[in-house]
């Protein structure tokens, strides 16, 4: 922590991916696929090729190329020029995309949630609103051998997206397109058989003809989602996934779409639009989640707008969820968010593995000049008042003395910091040496944190315990590490 003056921004999901470490190297796809090479741009002679972006041709021949050269895919045959994606249809970029596969294979390996779905590693999937492209079945059945339900609304997305399917047979048995309708008669499901080259592969297709929702979920809590069904109603009563996860129409309106001049991904109406915009239609699939809860191990959206996330996180807990998990994917210089939750109980961490230390600090470096030490300190106050714990701001010594019960503490391990018991009970306080009012009883945590100045833009932030011997002690760190998260992701991200 601290250090250098500059703050790289990390691509990819926070840790890097492979697109981050090792960027498409243009000339050499353009030797490798003619059919690029026109694309190519030089800004002078000897410099590395790159292409326009805001060339709708030129994107989605590069997403083409990438996907077989890198991921053995065939998109839009190469060969078939009349097998193209619809002109204007969202044209994915592929390491955008593999951010998102990235992260949640992270999620799902790393076992927060026991695995009760799928054995192997070899995961199970629902992707809402799966496009022409049907990218994310595509790429997370080619790198990890995921299988999929990929849906979609529109009859065009369905088409492509089977066709998509069918032209890699290799995978295409792991990837199930389902047509979402809103009207009211039982599901039927068919599998269609196809040719593609010399080989019959099979694409299993459903029509999911749902029965209306029940009233208060369209009319009541979705007053902005008036769309068809996203998983209620999509979603058989027999299926278990390990994820779902959602590019969702991120927009209100075409206008708010067209915004961004400095890239051509297309993009129609019905895929980029939604009443209420991506809120509204993740707060549809949050609401759905409830009446899900045991079905999904894990439920995922992207998010386009960072105000989003916040008001999208808060939406969480108060329906219930066991966990919440977030990150921030960077592409260039475009942020997007990733939001997961679950209802599932996390498997709790043995407190004896965490590190018992009595002091440990971070430092957030490259805050925006409003962002002072004040700021933040209220900031740390808000944080640990909000979930229930007993704070005192004091800001002329830029501390805040925090205390939890064994309770308290015994949820934070369960990774479960929103039940903590908001009834702290107050009993009468001992004057610490430094000064600080609080309960030093062995079955408390107390803890301190100070905010200083170092640099301007640069705050360190410490921790100390107060009583290193009390009997939960262990639960510090992890406190600790989530305080770094949630204001790492307050005020140290591109804002939206
Ligand atoms: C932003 S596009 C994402 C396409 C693709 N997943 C990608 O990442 O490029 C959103 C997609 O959601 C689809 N969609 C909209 N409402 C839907 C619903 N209720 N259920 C399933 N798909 C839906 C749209 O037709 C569109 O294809």
New binding site residues.
């Given amino acids: 922590m601290g250090g250098s003056k500059k703050r790289k921004r990390n691509e990819g999901q926070r840790g890097g991916t492979v697109y981050s470490e090792n960027p498409p190297d243009f000339a050499l796809l353009a030797s490798l696929y003619p059919e690029f090479h026109p694309f190519l741009q030089f800004s002078h002679p000897h410099s590395r090729p790159t292409i326009d972006w805001t060339d709708f041709n030129a994107t989605r021949q590069l997403t083409r190329v990438l996907l077989h050269h890198r991921h053995a895919l065939t998109w839009f045959s190469l060969s078939l020029i009349t097998q193209w994606i619809p002109d204007g249809h ?3 970029t592929v390491p955008n ?1 593999c951010n998102y596969i990235h992260w949640l294979q992270h999620l799902l390996s790393s076992n927060i949630i026991r695995n009760t779905v799928s054995s192997d590693g070899k995961f199970r999937g629902f ?10 079945p595509l790429l997370g059945a080619s790198l990890h051998g995921w299988s999929f339900v ?5 009859d065009v ?1 369905i088409e492509w997206a089977e066709r998509n399917v069918n032209s890699n047979p290799h995978i295409s048995q792991l990837i199930e397109i389902r047509k ?1 309708q809103d009207n009211a008669s039982a599901p039927c499901v068919e599998v269609e058989e196809s040719v593609t080259g010399d080989r019959i592969t099979l694409c299993r297709s459903t029509d999911v003809e749902v029965a209306p929702l029940p009233l208060d979920l369209h009319s009541c809590k979705n007053r902005n989602y008036h ?4 998983l209620v109603g ?1 979603v058989r009563g027999d299926e278990n996934f390990d994820f779902c996860m ?5 927009f209100e309106s075409l206008e708010e779409a067209g915004l961004n001049p400095k890239t051509s991904c297309g ?2 109406s ?3 639009v ?1 009443p209420g915009g991506e809120r509204a ?1 993740i707060t ?1 699939i949050i609401e759905d989640s409830t009446q899900l809860t045991e079905q999904f191990r894990w439920f995922t959206s ?1 998010i386009g707008k960072k105000s989003n996330l916040k008001y999208l996180t808060s939406k969480l807990w108060e329906v219930g969820v066991a966990i919440v998990k977030t990150t921030e994917f960077v592409q260039g210089r475009t942020s997007r968010w990733g939001l997961a939750w679950s209802f599932l109980t996390p498997i709790q961490k043995t407190p004896i593995s965490l590190p018992n230390k009595k002091n440990t600090s971070f430092t957030l470096e490259g805050l925006q000049r409003q962002h002072g030490a004040i700021n933040l300190l209220e900031a740390v106050n808000s944080y640990f008042s909000s979930h229930g714990l007993f704070c005192t701001l004091n800001t002329s010594s830029f501390t805040v003395d925090v205390a939890a019960s064994k309770d308290d503490c015994d949820s934070i391990l369960r990774n479960e910091l929103h039940i903590i018991n908001k009834s702290i009970n107050c009993q009468p306080t001992q004057k610490t040496s430094n000064g600080s009012s609080l309960n030093l009883s062995s079955e408390r945590l107390c803890f301190r944190i100070s905010v200083f100045q170092q640099i301007p833009g640069t705050l360190l932030v410490k921790g100390s315990l107060q009583d290193r011997n009390c009997a939960v002690s262990g639960a510090f760190s992890v406190i600790f590490q989530k305080l770094e998260e949630a204001l790492r992701n307050n005020f140290c991200t591109k804002s939206a």
């Fill in positions: 969202l044209c994915p995309r992707d809402i609103g799966t496009g022409a492209s049907c990218i994310y990929g849906s979609d609304v529109t997305a979402v769309g068809p069904p996203i999509v959602c590019n969702p129409p991120f993009g129609t019905r895929e980029m939604c239609f549809r992207m």
